[in-house]
């Protein structure tokens, strides 16, 4: 064993000593809390319902919402069994229900959030810090609050963290230091600030924003901070918000004002993979500032929320996946600190006592004086430890979080977990009893031998591979990951493309027919809409002879195409899918300037496209082969699919790459030959699909691009007797007319006409009284805002119940109020311009008529001078026939309904012609339950925007005037391309019969390749 281990282990178990002396459970609590932990560490599942019953308890307004609540999330009889036992009755809940009552449930809560939030205000708290200060224990304190979803809300924060600061340094004027020694490096008062409270639109592809908005507030926190005698933290949050809080830490630290301040603390997290990277560069950082700085080194809070967000993305997890990887780095990075102690002081923020004895054990090696680094605790958390160090002579400071219990739930929460974590040094010491030799275990000595195979631990078996999704049978389906504009190397990618795309500004494309390119005498000229004067390219326009061309190409090639193997086709697609991502930057700056798309939009679309190609292989190769019907002696049945012919693809521009190569890969791949015609408005995106199909390798004929009107050209199409098949994505208008024209049957035709159409929505998302406004509120402006309002799938109509309404309302004019509208070449946008000119004025009409019917409650003002910009608009005082009620307008401007309840809010939501997407936001089993059943819309989304539909997860596609019934990105899909047939054969001869029928066999296809 080496000196440093053993040392540790001396240490530990001299803190293990002191811990014990003094015997309280982790759960000092009895009662309520105690049984809450116990229970939860016992059930999984009933754990989860207990804290989202928790977190909800807050904001039940009565007795009988608490009583109702309770009802249904421990209806089930298994769970109604542990809750009676949980609550101390031996009683069924049915009979327990009655008696329980609502104040009394919420003054448990409201207590066991007390034992983690050290006082209401800043005058409560003074009590505890007093306390502390008696028992040598510092401070720092930490404003609990909800999210800040406006900038309202984030300028209230930023003048409580003021008056905080002036309270402390007030009532603590008189406080000595417990140490009394190099109390310069630690002043008493201690402010921990979370950046993300103090502006809502933090966007993490855009730092340098995030940091120019913030720095201005922050400078007269810090400045009375330095007066007072303070010193200052930044807490680290999300990984989203990791580099812009570092940055902006390194930038407002070197201003001249503040460059030889050495109060000034920053929190990294040793959870993270780049952790050691961003320390040493702090450190750099540091030595050239030439001023000492702090650094609270943790493990990490939000390590559910990263791997589950990394795997939801597709990205790669910036977390350590395995407990000993975070406690072995925390101790990397403890001795990188350590090292450099004569210009970072360190503050050690665990509650592990095997982290805490390294850190003892390292400072001792290396001669630094106890008094010059610090532990801290959080408050409420292992109480015996914190007594232990300050016994032991160390410096020890605790976390003290200040506010209401509403807004301090969410962190309610993180503790309970921590505290029941199955990984978390916590609940082995204090609750399962772990020996000191295990607890005192090296870190790496344990990933040494899990790597031997002997230790698995339990979150070996995440994969968070990020490799081209595979679309072989048999393979998990994986979609494409979504670009992490987090990440500085992506953001510059984007920059540099936007600067190429620029470049390339008025380029020509022409038409494709029968593999020749053909240019016309008419050009038509695409513009970009944040600037009408810049033309992002030309595009050669068809008229009815090249449309009558193309047609006899696609039908020509048809006849080679249908017989080509499936799997040929299928690595067409494949191949298409890899130029795609090959192109991803490329292609996204691209939408960004030709239909307005804000960065992440952009992206979200070529991921789209990427993931309708490898998506429909995998699906083709799942139906391509004839397929046994029954298994019956001396017959065999085959079912398999023959292509339908010709089809003629017309896409929208809203999704300029998704929509036009989902459904021209599904024809591609089920062997029809196509037309596709991409939305005069994203042609040159169209071009683009063309010119990737064609470098993948697609045949002459099989594909051809006609770029025209879509009344000349497309009504002369989908009349066309040689088109069999029309899929269509668009408005309603032409839809119908579509479906309606394709039922004629033409002289000569051999197929009738199938088509695929997908209109309108007018979206629906009700919030109920018990919502999460947190997430309501961010989701719903999100839904609304988003790219314009010009999704299909965007929210048009918010139904709020009265109970909830003064303060939905109050949260979302202010959100949306804070909304960053502008040019989406920028990055954080997520307002750009509407498309073209025609929708300007037509939304704007539509403005004027919410003007006559109801009242504009909310209109945004500062608008880029040139570009199709339509002020985000908020309508109340609706009915719901009201026309702006009723039709969809494709664009920023929401209308919000007040209802008495959920009877009604559902009737107000089904009670238009469409039924896309819907939305729910409750924390009501029941009333989920019931929307779930009874909200009338293809894709309903509970407690999440109701956009953003992921190929394979979420297959799109509504009903009622919304479209006919069909799912793109989903199973099915590929059917609607493609005619069923079956082919028996008697096989018995004489009675006799093969033993065995294969359930598939090859192909029919005949010449045979
Ligand atoms: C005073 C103080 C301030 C803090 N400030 C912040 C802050 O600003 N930002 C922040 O994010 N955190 C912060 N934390 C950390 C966080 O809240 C947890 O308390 C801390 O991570 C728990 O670590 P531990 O060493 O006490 O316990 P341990 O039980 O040793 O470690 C638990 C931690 O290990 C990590 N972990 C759990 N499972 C795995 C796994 N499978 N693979 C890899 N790692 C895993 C997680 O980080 C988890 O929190 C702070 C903690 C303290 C004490």
Redesign the pocket.
Same mark, same amino acid.
């Given at each position: 064993m080496t000196s440093l281990q053993s040392e540790i282990e001396q240490r530990g178990k001299r803190i293990f000593e002191l811990v014990d002396k003094y015997p309280v459970s982790l759960f000092s609590k009895a009662g309520f809390y105690q049984r809450l932990m116990t229970l939860s560490m016992r059930d999984e599942q009933l754990k989860l319902q207990l804290f989202r019953f928790v977190a909800v308890l807050p904001s039940l307004h009565t007795s009988d919402e608490i009583i109702e609540h309770l009802q249904e999330y421990f209806a089930d009889g298994h769970e109604s069994r542990k809750l009676a036992e949980f609550l101390g009755a031996g009683i069924r809940l049915a009979g327990i229900v009655p008696w329980i009552s609502g104040p009394i449930l919420r003054w448990n809560v409201s207590e066991m959030a007390r034992q983690f939030i050290a006082g209401r205000n800043p005058i409560d708290v003074m009590r505890t810090l007093r306390k502390r200060q008696a028992q040598n224990i510092g401070f720092?304190v930490d404003l609990l609050g909800e999210a800040v979803v406006s900038e309202t809300e984030a300028d209230e924060y930023a003048a409580r963290y003021l008056d905080l600061l002036e309270g402390l340094a007030r009532e603590t004027k008189n406080w000595t230091d417990a140490l009394e020694n190099n109390s310069e490096l630690l002043p008493v008062v201690n402010l $921990?600030v979370k950046i993300s409270a103090l502006y809502s639109q933090i966007s993490p592809d855009d730092p340098a924003e995030t940091i120019a908005h913030l720095a201005p507030k922050l400078r007269p926190l810090l400045r009375r901070a330095r007066e007072l005698g303070a010193f200052i933290n930044f807490?680290?949050?999300s990984y989203a918000h990791k580099n812009s809080t570092l940055e902006l830490f390194k930038t407002v630290f070197t201003e001249e004002e503040f460059k030889d301040w050495p109060h000034a603390g920053i929190?990294i !997290? =040793?959870?993270l993979r780049d952790s050691d990277a961003d320390l040493r560069d702090l450190i750099e950082w540091g030595r050239a500032r030439g001023t000492r700085f702090a650094v +609270?080194l943790?493990? #990490? =809070?939000?390590?559910d929320y990263e791997t589950t967000k990394s795997r939801q993305n597709g990205w790669d997890c910036p977390?350590? %996946? !395995?407990?000993p990887? $975070?406690?072995a780095n925390?101790e990397t990075l403890t001795r990188l600190l350590l090292e450099n102690e004569s210009i970072v002081t360190s =503050?050690f #923020? *665990?509650?592990?006592v +095997? *982290?805490i004895a390294h850190a003892q054990a390292l400072a001792e090696q290396l001669g630094i004086d106890r008094s010059r680094f610090e532990f801290? %605790?959080?408050y409420g958390? =292992?109480g015996p430890i914190k007594r232990a160090l300050v016994e032991m002579g160390y410096r020890v400071?605790?976390?003290c979080p200040v506010g209401e219990l509403l807004p301090g739930m969410s962190y309610l929460v993180?503790r309970l977990l921590?505290n029941t974590?199955n990984? #978390?040094? %916590?609940r082995?010491k204090f609750s399962e009893n772990a020996p000191a030799e295990e607890l005192l275990r090296d870190p790496r000595e344990i990933l040494r031998r899990s790597r031997n195979g002997v230790l698995q /631990? /339990?979150?070996a078996t995440i994969n968070m591979t990020t490799t081209t999704p595979k679309t072989q049978l048999g393979a998990h389906y994986e979609n494409a990951p979504l670009t992490n504009f987090a990440l500085p190397e992506n953001q510059e990618k984007m920059r540099a493309a936007l600067r190429e795309q620029r470049n390339q500004f008025g380029r020509k494309v022409p038409l494709t027919i029968n593999g020749e390119k053909i240019w016309t005498d008419k050009m038509f000229s695409s513009v970009n809409p944040s600037q009408p004067d810049q033309i992002v390219g030309y595009a050669a326009e068809a008229g009815i002879p090249e449309a009558e061309r193309a047609v006899a190409a696609a039908r020509a090639a048809f006849e080679k195409w249908r017989r080509t193997s499936f799997e040929e086709r299928c690595q067409l697609l494949e191949r298409a899918a890899e130029i795609l991502e090959r192109r991803r930057f490329e292609l996204s700056a691209l939408e960004v300037f030709e239909v307005g798309k804000p960065w992440a939009e952009a992206d979200g679309d070529i991921r789209e496209a990427i993931d309708f190609c490898t998506f429909y292989a995998r699906q083709m190769r799942l139906i391509g082969r004839p397929r046994l019907t029954q298994n019956v002696p001396g017959e065999e049945s085959y079912q398999h699919y023959w292509p339908r012919g010709v089809a003629l693809v017309i896409a929208p521009w809203n999704f300029p790459m998704a929509i036009l190569c989902g459904m021209v890969s599904a024809a591609l791949v089920t062997g029809n030959t196509v037309i596709m015609k991409p939305s005069e408005q994203s042609v040159i995106i169209g071009a683009m699909l063309m010119e990737i199909y064609e470098e993948a390798g697609v045949p002459p004929g099989v594909l051809n691009f006609l770029n025209g009107k879509g009344s000349v050209i497309g009504a002369h199409m989908v009349d066309h007797k040689d088109v069999d098949l029309i899929a269509f994505t668009g408005s309603r208008e032409v839809g119908l007319w579509i479906w309606e024209s394709a039922g004629k049957t033409r002289e000569g035709q051999r197929e009738l006409k199938r088509v695929i159409c997908e209109m309108g929505g007018k979206n629906a998302m009700i919030v109920d009284s018990d919502a999460d406004l947190d997430e309501a509120i961010v989701d719903s402006i999100y839904s609304a805002f988003g790219f314009q309002g010009q999704k299909c799938s965007a929210l048009s109509r918010l139904i709020v119940l009265e109970e909830n309404y003064d303060r939905v309302m109050e949260r979302l004019l202010g959100a949306a109020a804070s909304v960053r509208v502008g040019n989406p070449e920028e990055p954080g946008i997520m307002v750009g311009p509407v498309i073209d000119e025609a929708a300007y004025r037509r939304i704007l009409d539509y403005i004027e008529v919410g003007k006559n019917e109801a009242t504009l409650a909310y209109q945004a003002k500062d608008l880029p001078p040139h570009g199709y910009f339509i002020p985000p608009t908020i309508f109340t005082g609706l009915k719901p026939n009201m026309q702006i009620a009723c039709e969809e307008i494709f664009g920023p401007v929401l209308s919000v309904l007040k209802v008495r309840d959920l009877d009604e809010a559902i009737e107000v939501a089904n009670g238009t012609d469409y039924a896309l997407t819907g939305g729910f936001f409750s924390r009501s089993p029941a009333n989920i339950e019931r929307i779930k059943t009874q909200l009338e819309a293809g894709n309903v989304y509970i407690n999440r925007p109701c956009t953003g539909a992921i190929v394979g997860r979420h297959p799109f596609g509504g009903f009622k005037m919304s479209g006919s019934g069909t799912k793109a990105g989903g199973k099915d899909y590929l059917l609607n391309f493609l005619i069923p047939r079956v082919v028996t054969e008697n096989v018995a001869r004489h009675g006799l019969a093969p033993e065995k029928t294969p359930e598939y066999r090859d192909e029919f296809l005949w010449p045979k390749h």
């Open positions: 720092t $921990s807490d680290m949050e929190v !997290q =040793a959870y +609270r943790v493990k #990490g =809070a939000y390590w977390v350590y %996946l !395995q407990k990887e $975070s406690d925390f =503050a #923020g *665990s509650h592990n +095997r *982290s801290q %605790l959080l958390m =292992a400071r605790e976390y993180r921590e974590s990984e #978390g040094f %916590l082995a /631990p /339990p979150n």
